[in-house]
């Protein structure tokens, strides 16, 4: 078992406390699970992998001047 640690991130339930110091934060587990994705046709999860395989394989911003008509 991974033992809890606790957190004040913005992120994670009662991260203001409702204003009472003392009760602020969460617990949160330090680890992380694998998700893996098929891009397979019939994969439940295949517009999941398509979206992350272009946001990997198309660039974010092109150097490519517009073009004119």
């Known amino acids: 078992m991974l033992a809890p640690r606790w ?20 617990a949160t587990f330090s680890y992380v699970s694998t998700l893996t ?3 397979k046709p019939g994969a439940e999860e295949r517009a999941v992998a ?3 395989k272009s946001a990997f394989t198309k660039p974010y911003m092109s150097a490519r001047p ?4």
């Open 37 to 39: 994705y098929s891009a």
């Open 7 to 26: 957190d004040a991130a913005s992120y994670l339930a009662n991260s203001t406390s409702g204003g009472n110091p003392d009760k602020k934060g969460a």
């Open 50 to 52: 398509q979206h992350i």
């Open 66 to 69: 517009a073009q004119t008509e």
